[in-house]
């Protein structure tokens, strides 16, 4: 069809939207500025359930959307199903098969997007209904048409009601006669969309340019279930389809799509407008279509001889690509060859974004990222900054494979997507940057990481019935990432890595450009692991894994050595932080437990094939073999198993004189566990604090950096325990003293030229250190920040790597005039990271009403904070001993305005409500959680699960106060440490 004569936008139907109109579209009702009459998505037709329409329905039949309707376009009757009843899923009576979309977004005048869809589709079942997913936008009803794909030229099929359902996001045409199987047909309609700026759906961006005019860009972000706001759509992961995509842009901006541009023509009548025509894409679900509008610069590598491989950005930000642009191409060939299936399209573009609600967004061939995921500034970016562009760089190509090729089914196995991608990270990291030693860092990043969410009972698990998009939000959390992550890690160890590449390879090949649910996975795993001898033959990889995927939770495996040593009793039980007596889940959870060990007598921490399976119907199994009771064993070899495990006293003691008399024996990643595991056991109440304590006595030798941050992030949380108390004094002189020799032995001066382990050891320790106010660490920050409100322009004065510390240090010793420098420079930078560093060191300042005012400025459009940071603000604010109790306040204050203001739910609201709960520890601040509950009950959106979680952490932390508290105060009496504070 030719394009102009496809859709004209005004000159059939006679609603045309000039660009001189203004409209505001808010989230709860949407007001129009009268030039053309156009209307809010509101008052299309409203019905209580699908298929029963109300009586005001009856009116609505053939109405011109420009027509307003007769009943409340809000209104919602009593028998309205809550989001926990209905049905969201699409009736599966027909499959898309290609879709033609046509959107001319006016950037630059009122923010409207004039669209045009055609859907082929291919009927499955009889059915006379067409239902597809519709938000946000306005159709025209006289323009929509059903005809047969052979006869696109004749009366088509009658359409005798449009219907809207708001409840579950439905546009519902009723037609007069039944469509056969087999059949194909087209829908084809007008409509008018919005660029919104809640950074969802299709959405606008702004920025300032170097002559300080303010630019819009027009930018995607459908995932999970937002393509709907952009065109009417079969908006659910498995109805894949083909597109072919049209953007109209004035000439003097570029756009980008999931596939090379095709042509580009002159729109007839509308001087100064093009036509961007994309080749058709490869089938591939709503989610990850994309396009973007800009007048950004880009640049190209051509490493890959078969991908073009482009990054584009703001112009005066394009040489911070240059990184992006030099690992991505590598990552993208070397997992062509790990999976052994090539990259399908002929072009991946990388774009940075000014606004994006996600690190970065994996759409095929288009993947958007915030400025922080993938620009890097040398002179002015962290070595952190740098791993954290090549961690996301990589995440994002795994997904060209993992959630783009091969697509999860439903939400449900959402972690299909994410927790390869997590695991995968590392491998392609770690082929770039092979010196970093980033596979160890999984192991605090990750799996210990979210030990600490999976331990309690309002954790899920990762394979998780889900509907409503809220609940879809609310499980792009760390057990989808994290603990998918460490569960194929532990599968990479006990299938070998050969055996799952084979495997990965079979799945990926096997169901190309089709859906998969995580069965299909064990299929081809198990197949491999057969072949391969890699399981015994009576096992199957479903057997094992649907134990850990299909439950919440992880085991705590109990050693307990008999009297000479030479056997072990193991038995296994769900580790909890908690144990709720009332608890209503009665599941006795089990798991196959894959089991490696070594001992003293013989070392080898290397061997890591499993050496016994431990069946989820086994109550305890012995293993044998050990060495005598003098001498130490340890289990989960390199913490390859998600699991934890706790010894009887005589082992614990035996591997605490290890590491104090050479603790270099043990594997660097067996030590950060034996750490994680002594903190976790003993703040649950499973190990005495004095071992716990006595673990961490090494630690003064300990000289690398996987151990450290094991530790520190398990002392934090006493640290944050102690904090409001008259102990923490005491508490800080403990901590000082074993932080005093790693803090010398890394000194305060940066060096780039450091190993990058080496680099992330002195920013940890610097930052403990200033936190914990050790003077010389404070003086020098204080000292680097004045030199550099003495010369704002040099930025060399501070090293990258320490900016973070002397930040935040010197803006909490200073006072407004401090603040308000770090204020201009974020405001004046040009630096993603630097703008995302200052604005949590600005929640550094120890001046209540500044604080006050910068936690109203994040919820606040125009203050210069952009939406997608306020979590970044409410951080810095919340985790100052004096913004914590302001943070939470604001929460509990100011719930209603904050989801007003976040249309976007992924990541963000659950961050919210966790960074202000972790330090809540008293029944008073429980019952205030408990009551936010309730007075939010309904309206808590995609944090429902998040403030659940923080009222458990709360009892826990209550808990712990009782139980341990004077406990952890007694040992620092009998260890001196009130000694130290009586004589300073």
Known sequence: MDINQSVSFGKRNGWYVSRGVAFLLGLVFVSVVVATGLLVYYYAPHVRESGQESQDLEDDRGRSPLQPPTHSPVETSPETPSKEKINVRLPRALKPLHYMVKLQPFINGNFSIMGYVEVEMEVVEPTSNITLHINDIITNNETIKLTP???????????????????????????NEELKPGKKYVLSMEFVGYLNDDLVGFYRSSYTDEQGNEKWIAVTQFQPTDARR??????????????????????????????????????????????????????????LVAFVISDFASMESHDNDHVLFRVTTRKSAIDQADYALLTGPKILSYYEDYFNVSFPLPKLDMIALPDLSAAAMENWGLITYSETAMLYDPEVSSAWDKRWVAGVVSHELVHQWFGNLVTLGW?????????????????????????????????????????????????HPISIQVGHPDEINEIFDIISYQKGSSLIRMMNFFLTEKTLRKGLSNYLNGLKYKSAEQDDLWHYLTEAALEDAALPSDMTVKKVMDTWTLQMGYPVIKVVRSSDGTSATLTQERFLLVKNENSSDTHDYKWWVPLTYTSQANTNFNNTQTQVWMKDSEAKITVSSLPRKDQWVIFNVQEIGYYRVNYDDDNWNLLIQQLNNDHKVIHVINRAQIIDDAMDLAQAGQLSYKITMGVNTYLKNEEEYVPWDSALSNLNYIKRMFTRSGNYGALKNYLLTILTPLYESVGFQNSINDPHLEQFKRVMALAWACNLEYQDCVNNSVSLYQKWMQNPTDHSIVSPNLKSTVYCTAIAAGGEKEWNFGWNQYLASNVGSEKSLLLYALGCTKKVWILSRYLDMAFTDGSGIRKQDAVTVLSGVARNSVGHYLAWNYIRDKWEKIIDYYVSRLFTIPALIEVVSECLNTDLELKELNLFKEKYSGKLRA???????????????ISWMNNNFMVIVQWLKDHGYYTQLNNQ
């Not at 995509?245 to 100064?272: H, Y």
């Not at 695991?423 to 030990?451: A, R």
């Not at 998040?946 to 932390?957: F, G, L, S």
């Open 230 to 287: 952009a065109f009417p759509c079969f908006d659910e992961p498995a109805l894949k389809a083909t597109y072919e995509i049209f953007l109209a842009r004035e000439s003097s901006m570029s756009s980008l799509s999931n596939m090379p541009k095709f042509e580009t023509i002159p729109i007839e009548g509308q001087d100064g407008w093009v036509w961007d025509h994309f080749h058709t894409s490869v089938p591939m679900s709503t989610y």
């Open 149 to 175: 794909s052979d006869d696109r030229t004749g009366p088509g099929i009658r359409i005798v009601r449009h219907l809207y359902d708001k409840e579950r996001e439905f546009y519902i045409a009723k037609l």
């Open 943 to 957: 944090a429902q699960r998040a403030v659940d979680q923080a009222i458990e952490r709360t009892a826990h932390n």
């Open 411 to 459: 939400w449900t196995d959402l972690w299909l997507n994410e927790g390869f991608a997590s695991f995968m990270e590392y491998i392609g990291v770690d082929h770039v940057e092979p010196t970093w030693n980033i596979m160890d860092q999984s192991i605090t990043e990750d799996l210990q990481n979210v030990f600490s969410l999976d331990c309690l009972e309002s954790s």
